[in-house]
């Protein structure tokens, strides 16, 4: 069943006259879901790739759905290199209301963020190292892990930890790197014009993809 409370299925279900306009999507891939511009974008080409299915990370992504939501990504990765700059990707794992975590919405989403010549994310401790984002949903066993970390690094790997429970953990580190250490809070600095320049430049270059 699909939450009726969550804006990420909203916008999925295409109930645009109702959202506003940061949750239109920019991105739809049939059975891969959408991108919807990230709030919090302390520089432009911030987005946000959710899956079709309403789960919790996409460690819980169903397998049927990882070659849909892979397309997805690599979507909306071309576009944000070519109309920005390299993407930095990362995921904060496994929202769950009766555990703290470092996960804030409870439907999984990976962030594509135009800063990976910028910004080096880290971990206390790592897991598991993988070659790339495919290779980790590859892994039958991903389906075990219900709250962690994940950030790519400068070569494209895929690092997997586990979380430290700490609220944005990733958008902390990006936020100091970027030069604003006190604005990793996307809800308190949404920094909408940066939102609005990435809408407005990747609008007029995706069209032909919201079809799928």
């Not at 999925?12 to 709030?39: A, F, K, M, N």
């Not at 397998?63 to 944000?80: E, H, I, N, Q, W």
């Not at 920094?191 to 007029?204: I, P, S």
């Amino acid at each position: 069943m699909t939450p009726v409370d969550c804006f990420v299925c909203a916008a999925r279900c295409e109930q645009v006259p109702s959202l506003p306009w940061y949750d239109v999507p920019v991105h739809r891939v049939r059975r891969g879901g959408v991108t919807l511009v990230g709030v919090g974008a302390i520089v432009p080409g911030y987005l946000l790739a959710c899956p079709e299915p309403h789960v919790r990370s996409l460690a819980a992504l169903p397998r049927s759905m990882v070659d849909p939501f892979l397309s997805l990504v690599d979507v909306a990765v071309a576009d944000l290199t070519r109309e920005f700059a390299s993407v930095l990707l990362f995921e904060h794992g496994g929202c769950n209301a009766a555990v703290h975590t470092s996960a804030c919405i409870d439907h999984a989403h990976l962030h594509l963020w135009a800063i990976a010549g910028h910004v080096t994310l880290t971990l206390p401790r790592y897991w598991q190292t993988y070659p790339d984002l495919r290779a980790f949903l590859g892994d039958p066993r991903r389906a075990e892990l219900r709250s962690y970390l994940l950030h790519s690094d400068q070569g494209g790997s895929i690092m997997v930890g586990p979380d430290v429970r700490t609220p944005q953990f990733f958008r902390r580190q990006v936020a100091a790197q970027l030069g604003h250490p006190d604005a990793w809070d996307y809800a308190a600095c949404p920094f909408e014009q940066c939102m609005r320049d990435t809408r407005d430049k990747l609008t007029g270059a995706v069209g032909h993809h919201h079809a799928g």
